[in-house]
């Protein structure tokens, strides 16, 4: 059973420049979160995707944008990096059962993006 | 303003003993409660869970206990082996399939 699966695991990028990162939830989950961890810190949520559609938003600028395809797999975009975008980008699914949505949600690896 | 926090940064145990991870939340409206393990150049794992409707939740080694009065909630290992080491976080959601929450994370090492 594979688990959630994140790319590139490693990533450098300039100030100024883009990035997307790419999740695969967890085979049979429907729903992916994508989670900013900063250095030393907790992981904090930036948004939800759910049916193609972003269902919940965390307090991240427009430059952070995402996309679900109809397979679940998902996108984090980046825009106009800057120097404290520098953290371990997480993915997370999770599934909405037939009684409703579950809590719990199962992280990947990470992407670690280094803005120079 | 952080509505969960994980005042103690690094705890360290001997193999054997039990360890106890604290977790304070101030969101009333947190009605389910995570504790993930993290390794290094891994995600973090889910651990184990706890219900607002409950006060304790076991699975094997690992223990969640919640009070709600205090909003706190404490994550016990017994016995701790030196394999528990890592990073663990405590998450809280406010309703199912939303956001979580998580607190700053408390690095535990259990020593032979």
């Known amino acids: 059973d594979a688990g959630v699966t994140q790319s590139p695991t490693h990533l450098i990028k300039t100030r100024g420049q883009q990035v997307t990162l790419r999740c695969s939830p967890k085979?049979?989950?429907?729903?992916v979160s994508w989670y900013q961890q900063a250095l030393g810190q907790g992981p904090q949520f930036i948004f939800q995707?759910?049916?193609?559609?972003?269902?919940q938003r965390g307090n991240f600028p427009d430059r952070f944008s995402g996309h679900q395809f109809p397979n679940y797999s998902s996108e984090l975009n980046v825009n106009a990096l800057l120097l404290g975008d520098s953290a371990l980008y997480l993915c997370?699914?999770?599934?909405?059962?037939?009684?409703?949505?579950?809590?719990?949600?199962?992280f990947g690896p990470g992407t670690r993006l280094t803005v120079t | 303003d952080q509505q969960v926090k994980q005042n103690s940064p690094s705890l360290s145990v001997q193999e054997g003993r039990i360890s106890i991870l604290n977790c304070d939340y101030t969101?009333?409206?947190?009605?389910?409660f995570l504790w993930y393990k993290k390794y290094p150049a891994e995600g973090p794992t889910f651990l184990i869970s706890i219900s607002s409707i409950k006060d304790k939740n076991e699975d094997g080694r690992f223990t969640v206990f919640l009070n709600k009065s205090a909003k706190h909630l404490s994550l016990h290992i017994v016995p701790s082996q030196p394999g528990d080491s890592a990073v663990y976080f405590c998450a809280a959601s406010a309703e199912a399939g939303n956001m979580l929450t998580f607190g700053g994370g408390t690095r535990l090492m259990v020593k032979p």
């Open positions: 995707y759910y049916e193609e559609e972003e269902r």
């Open positions: 997370a699914s999770s599934l909405v059962v037939p009684t409703g949505p579950s809590y719990e949600q199962y």
């Open positions: 085979s049979g989950h429907d729903t």
């Open positions: 969101n009333s409206m947190f009605d389910y």
